[in-house]
């Protein structure tokens, strides 16, 4: 690990230590994945054991909670996480059109991330925006009432932030 | 303790008395019926996974896990009834539907769980097709293969490794359709914590965990002349391997096993009951040495593979306690390649040494290094109680009517101590009868030490030798050991000498084990006591019942190794264990300080 990661476990750790006097440490698990995907971008090996050994939950129950949920990213993500809701009210209202459109501009499979770096693309159930609908978030950004064309330009200027420095090939967790 | 309430409940229209504060399931048992199940173990959480348990509660709108519904006052139950038979079927038959049709090639063909209750069921044709996972086999381990395929999330395998083994070594990951038990970060089992134990191949009711199979290979060597095939068995195979061969359990079968065995092609038949007398000599001799004050105390027995393995992983603190004596079969091991070579003036490396074994964790235990002797291993192949079984059934031996013989010489006679190694507590009662007499000088009159012997997790006992007070503590299945462990870390001195066996009951309770019967469930209690009551029986039957009177044992002492403790017994019979990763983690409790 490098020191930035260990400026980050030491955060993780911090984080942790108002936990582990608990009688029930372990039933802060979900929280501590939390907190560590939003450090990281995403659950390493060796960030769920270090909460294994501090919460003394074994690696395979870590491991079960952190796959179980869509939300926990189990590899490194990009930049920007965009999530395309597939809830009924976006489905109904075509976000399949903007998924296949997302897929296209950006080459990629869902729970991929493109090549530059730049985002990870993901399905999500029902993001609770159905009046918006179709939706996408990208990261904790919602876009709503969506065309194909639509959240074309918004991820155009996403990239746009990205042109005229160097900083393309950014992979938040390196 | 206050009795408990009895009310009244009625099952299919009559009705019973029975005691509230149990589950329907648990009542229905006790009045005589058996509610078809599969992911429900008494000895297991309650997990009502599986469904098939399903009665129907007057009153209730959909039929009822009787595995987790309490019984209540007047609470009418139908257990059979024609709607809840089909939709019993139906339930198994959707099982079914994501399982491998591949009956009559698998491993657990003839006894399986599944098998068994799609007949009891009445399946007699499949009405649903639908979608089926596929995963590769997890072949990593030397003793245990994963087959998601054949997995139907029972979850027992689960609940074994985390509540009775606390080993923690398998979880479920992902979920819906795409559920699979597996190791941490999907790792393979090799890279894992496992202990090797082999509970989960006992727990799981279809072909999800066995072991990995070396009957193909041996039959191979069987085949070689250029060999001189010896084989050495434990002494919880003679207790069990009849059940394999549908006779009841808790027959003892040396003498039987001895012939198949020979007939099965192999040149010396010996008896790991003999290294075990001479695993005593070195123990006692060892345990005394330490109580003079020269090493760690309290000591622990160094016997079961899955008990070292997990002690690596979870406690490796304890490991400078843990008995430098090697476990009987690598003794023998080690013998056989040394001291039996050089009788026979053979180059060690044309003698093929395998091991009959009641355990998984041989297999591990042959491959580790450390073992060795002179860079060969001690142990070239281990097979279960159930490979051995279906050897001789498949090379059309008869071995129930055949006329038994004995084990071969020198390798082969054994004192009643070795035999009741096999049950929990009995390692740590063969060895108080060798020290006893080593310490004191004086015969140990009532050798039979009954505050050893039984199923309690953790056995306390205290002798007097002379002038000194020797207090002893016995585990058996490895979250016992670890409750054990944690009370020697707040205790240090609490105990002199601990034995740890890392399945429940002991060997008798291996990994490797023949499988559970029509009639009987995996780990069932009375089928422990039944083979622990063939080695007491064997024990009482012999006129030498101390290690230290072994006359083949103190004959090797003269002819070879000096005596205990000597150089001779340093190189060959004793080792050393280390720590390994990853690091086990002891679920809930202690303090897992990184080590």
């Known amino acids: 690990m490098n020191s930035n990661d260990d400026i980050k476990l030491q955060q993780l750790k911090e984080y942790m230590q108002g936990f582990t006097k608990d009688p029930h440490a372990q039933s802060n698990l979900i929280t501590v994945l939390h907190r560590a995907q939003e450090l990281y971008g995403y659950l390493k090996q060796e960030v769920m054991e270090e909460i294994a050994y501090s919460l003394a939950v074994p690696t395979a129950k870590i491991w079960g909670v952190a796959s179980f949920y869509h939300y926990f990213n189990l590899s490194p993500v990009g930049r920007h996480v965009i999530s395309v809701c597939m809830g009924t009210a976006c489905y109904v209202k075509g976000a399949g059109l903007l998924l296949e459109r997302v897929r296209q501009k950006l080459n990629i499979d869902v729970g991929a991330t493109s090549a530059d770096g730049l985002f990870t693309l993901q399905e999500a159930r029902c993001l609770g925006a159905c009046g918006l609908a179709p939706v996408v978030m990208i990261d904790d950004r919602i876009y709503g009432k969506l065309s194909a064309e639509g959240v074309a330009a918004v991820l155009d200027s996403y990239a746009n932030r990205y042109k005229n420095n160097k900083q393309q090939s950014v992979v938040r967790s390196k | 303790m206050k009795a408990k309430k009895m009310i009244s409940i009625y099952i299919n229209d009559v009705q019973y008395k029975v005691a509230d504060g149990q589950t329907i399931m648990q009542a229905a048992d006790a009045l005589g019926f058996k509610i078809p199940r599969l992911c429900y173990h008494p000895k297991l959480s309650i997990e009502g996974a599986c469904r098939v348990c399903i009665v129907q509660v007057e009153g209730q709108k959909n039929y009822t896990a009787s595995c987790s519904f309490p019984v209540f006052e007047n609470m009418r139950v139908h257990t059979n009834t024609k709607e809840l038979r089909r939709a019993r079927r139906d339930i198994v038959e959707l099982i079914l539907d994501n399982h491998p049709r591949d009956c009559h090639t698998c491993e657990r063909d003839g006894v399986c769980e599944l098998q068994r209750l799609a007949y009891a069921m009445g399946i007699r044709n499949r009405h649903f097709e639908g979608e089926r996972k596929h995963y590769e086999k997890d072949l990593s381990s030397p003793s245990v293969i994963r087959d998601p395929d054949k997995c139907i999330l029972c979850g027992r395998c689960v609940r074994l490794c985390s509540e009775i083994q606390k080993v923690n070594a398998l979880g479920y990951a992902h979920r819906g359709f795409k559920t699979v038990v597996m190791p941490a970060f999907n790792k393979p089992f090799s890279e894992s914590v496992c202990t090797t134990c082999g509970q989960c191949i006992n727990v799981c009711p279809t072909a999800s965990f066995v072991e990995k199979n070396n009957t193909q290979e041996l039959f191979e060597k069987l085949d070689d002349p250029s060999l001189t095939k010896i084989v050495q068995v434990a002494p919880s195979v003679r207790a069990a391997i009849g059940e394999a061969f549908g006779l009841e359990a808790g027959k003892a079968m040396h003498k039987e096993l001895v012939s198949a065995l020979k007939k099965l092609g192999f040149d010396y038949i010996f008896d790991t009951q003999f290294a075990a007398d001479l695993t005593i000599m070195e123990e006692a001799s060892e345990l005394l040495d330490r109580i003079q004050g020269n090493g760690r105390l309290p000591m622990i027995t160094s016997c079961s593979s899955a008990w070292i393995k997990y002690l690596e992983h979870f406690y490796p603190q304890f490991l400078p306690n843990l008995s430098t004596c090697k476990s009987p079969m690598s003794m023998l091991g080690a013998l056989i390649k040394s001291y039996f070579a050089k009788k026979l003036g053979c180059d060690p490396s044309r003698l093929l040494s395998v091991a009959v074994m009641c355990c998984t964790a041989k297999k591990h235990e042959a491959n580790r290094p450390e073992l060795a002797v002179e860079g060969l291993p001690a142990v070239d192949m281990v097979v279960t109680t159930r490979e051995i079984a279906w050897m001789i059934k498949s090379a059309g031996i008869d071995m129930i009517s055949a006329k038994g013989s004995d084990f071969d010489a020198p390798l082969g006679l054994s004192s009643g101590a070795g035999a009741i ?52 503590a016995v585990a058996h299945g490895l979250g016992n050991a670890g409750k054990l462990m944690e009370i020697i870390k707040k205790e240090p001195d609490r105990y002199h000498f601990v034995e740890v066996m890392g399945c429940p009951g002991g060997c008798i309770g291996g990994g490797g084990q023949p499988y559970a019967t029509a009639n009987s469930i995996p780990l069932d209690e009375d089928f422990l006591k039944k083979r622990a009551e063939a080695l007491y029986g064997i024990d009482r039957d012999k006129t030498i019942r101390r290690s230290h009177e072994n006359p083949d044992v103190q004959r090797l002492y003269k002819e070879f190794l000096g005596r205990p403790l000597s150089t001779v017994s340093h190189g060959l019979l004793h080792t050393s264990y280390s720590k390994k990763q990853p690091q086990g983690i002891i679920a809930g409790g202690g303090n897992n300080e990184q080590q």
């Open chain 2, 421 to 472: 190694f096999g049950a929990t507590g009995g390692v740590m009662e063969a060895a108080i009868r060798t020290a006893y007499e080593l310490y004191t000088g004086e015969t140990l009159l009532d050798i039979e030490l009954q505050s050893l012997r039984g199923f309690s997790g953790i056995k306390e006992a205290c002798f007097t030798m002379e002038d000194k007070e020797i207090r002893v």
